[in-house]
């Protein structure tokens, strides 16, 4: 254990006979890691387990040196974006925020103006006075954020940020993401939309059923994938001709001229050789205008893992 | 444990009795707890204004002891026990019902300070309304009979120790609901079965044997108030006599009661989870 990671060490939980999340082993570094799963897979769980709004049944979990059930210490620098779509009665957006601060214990001109601070960041200082029930959704969503970021928290948990927020704000609050994970922030993400996750994730935990099937970066998962060889998209000008010659490699297991006839998709249980050896099987009149992996993305990634029938992310 | 940390949670529950007392007394749903505190001063209102009407001079010592019934079985045993009930059930059980408790669970709050915060707003919430609902009936008591009565009962004949007690009895014994009520709002996921159970214990407790009397908080009440109405009705000889414990004991009891409700709710406190049914 780095101190600077949030550990979790054979964690279970159970509701009664229902398995929540089943021995679970995980070592989160900085940056943006996304969990990825179903519903019901056992994300929200693994939140709720590192805040300490769930208790594990067996196991440990430490968020960077300190108990999920010290919450004096765990939420100085832990923020969490839950899910639940519900806030203390009557409140203004300003009044949520600055009441939250008042519990951290800070003075009446600091919290006021860290909330302010959080309020801008998220876009909603005109409605700030508003009371948060007349809100939208995405409003919602992003006070809700605005909550989570206000004290500045090293650890930044994110149940499904981003839902119900419209193309540009999605865009600005997923550049928040990046900013935070460059600075050497943890950002747990859970999400389903996996071609969002994709493109923001620099690691990502697969869950199904309240195991964790995979984690990593997604291309190192993606080649610990055996069974599944490597689809690789070859664009060229003369697929076919190119197509004839790459069947000489034996790594090669398939290749199938694209729909759109402007390419080759091949398959190939050693991706790294097949690219050492793809020049030189270029013949002439074949020009190559790009190589790039076809299913080394989340999605493919999680149906390889989990099969089609792993649930409807 | 140093001076740093007292002074956080001095600001913590600071902070969350801002929230609280303002969430407790604006609910909607307590409104019926004001309709209880106001019964008798309504009564008492309207009978003062029907005899200043009539020009009806009245017996202090009568309505007094009318008073003194009205508060030991009107208010002790029912207003400010099921106005406890509303309002420290709901603490805890009824944020998690809104799914709003996650909102300090999320804040870095020892749970204890949120617990005692909560109770301290549950306190001074029904304090206010039953002391003033008190007070506002001791008025009406007074406000239609001579001034040179009233001010010879006030100062001469004890009554300013009336006033005191029947206001402090009525803040002690939200103190001593409050910790049974907080404690159970932990520990029962339907409540009215053992509300229902210790309200009978309660009312019970003129039956019950010298030591088990002392297992209630109507028995160290009933010590505090200064003029106590004897049972009547059939079942009155059953009742057993027991010596009245001294004030200092029965305040030290009732507190005693609830920090012991307290100390058991912190307990609860600590393995609280939020479970929402997301999930």
């Known amino acids: ?74 939420f100085r620098f832990v923020g969490y974006c839950t899910q639940f779509d519900s806030f203390p009665r009557g409140m203004t957006g300003y009044q949520f925020i600055y009441a939250y601060l008042r519990l951290h214990g800070k003075p009446h001109a600091e919290a006021d103006e860290m909330t302010w601070r959080a309020i801008d960041r998220v876009k909603l200082t005109d409605a700030a006075a508003r009371k948060i029930a007349g809100y939208s959704k995405g409003m919602r969503q992003r006070i809700k ?169 | 444990m140093n001076h740093d940390s007292w002074s956080l949670w001095r600001a913590q529950v600071a902070a969350i009795l801002r929230l609280e007392i303002k969430k407790n007394f604006l609910a909607k749903r307590g409104l019926w707890i004001y309709l209880l505190a106001a019964a008798p001063v309504v009564l008492m209102w309207v009978h003062a204004a029907l005899n200043l009407r009539d020009h009806r001079v009245c017996d202090l010592g009568h309505d007094s002891l009318i008073f003194a019934a009205m508060f030991q079985f009107f208010y002790l045993r029912l207003a400010i026990f099921f106005g406890c009930v509303g309002v420290f059930l709901r603490l805890f059980r009824g944020e998690m019902m809104e799914k709003s408790l996650h909102y300090y669970l999320l804040a870095p709050v020892r749970r204890e300070v949120l617990l005692v915060g909560k109770y301290l707003a549950g306190v001074i919430t029904t304090s206010i309304i039953f002391c003033t609902g008190t007070a506002l009936a001791l008025i009406a008591l007074l406000v239609h009979v001579p001034r040179t009565a009233a001010e010879q009962y006030l100062f001469a004949g004890g009554g300013l120790g009336h006033v005191l007690a029947y206001i402090g009895t009525a803040a002690l014994a939200c103190i001593g609901y409050g910790g049974v009520f907080l404690l159970m709002g932990f520990l029962f996921r339907n409540p009215v079965v053992p509300v229902v159970l210790v309200f009978l214990w309660e009312g019970a407790n003129p039956f019950l044997p010298a030591l088990l009397k002392r297992l209630s908080v109507i028995f160290y009440l009933h010590s505090l108030i200064p003029i106590s109405v004897p049972a009547q009705g059939d079942f009155a000889f059953l009742a057993i006599l027991s010596t009245p414990t001294p004030a200092y004991l029965a305040v030290a009891g009732l507190l005693l009661i609830a920090l012991a409700g307290l100390w058991l709710a912190a307990r609860q406190v600590r393995k609280l989870e939020i479970n929402y049914g997301v999930e």
Not at chain 1, 7 to 21: A, C, I, K, P, T
Request: aromatic share 4%.
């Open chain 1, 1 to 74: 254990m780095t101190g600077n990671e949030i550990v979790f060490e054979n964690v279970s939980r159970f509701y009664g006979d229902v398995l929540g999340v089943n021995r679970v082993n995980l070592a989160i570094p900085p940056g943006i890691t996304s969990l990825v799963g179903p519903n019901g897979s056992g994300k929200t769980t693994l939140m709720n387990l590192m805040t300490g709004l769930l208790r594990p049944s067996q196991g440990r979990i430490d968020i960077l040196g300190v108990a999920p059930d010290d919450p004096e210490r765990l």
């Open chain 1, 145 to 313: 954020l605005a909550q989570a970021i206000c004290h500045n928290p090293t650890v930044l948990v994110l149940d499904e940020p981003l839902n119900g927020l419209d193309p540009l704000v999605r865009a600005e609050t997923i550049a928040l993401f990046r900013s935070l994970a460059e600075t050497g922030k943890h950002v747990i993400i859970s999400s389903h939309i996996l071609h969002e996750v994709d493109a923001i994730s620099d690691q990502v935990i697969l869950l199904s059923s309240g195991y964790v099937v995979a984690e990593g970066q997604i291309h190192g998962v993606r080649t610990e994938v055996e069974d599944h060889p490597m689809q690789i998209l070859i664009r060229c000008n003369r697929p076919g001709a190119l197509a004839s010659r790459i069947f000489e490699l034996d790594t090669v297991v398939e290749a199938c001229v694209h729909n759109d006839g402007k390419g080759l998709l091949v398959r190939t249980r050693d991706p790294d050789r097949f690219y050492l050896m793809l020049n030189r099987l270029v013949v002439d009149g074949v020009d190559l205008e790009s190589v790039a992996p076809a299913d080394d993305d989340v999605n493919s990634v999680y149906e390889y893992l989990i099969g089609p029938d792993g649930g409807s992310i």
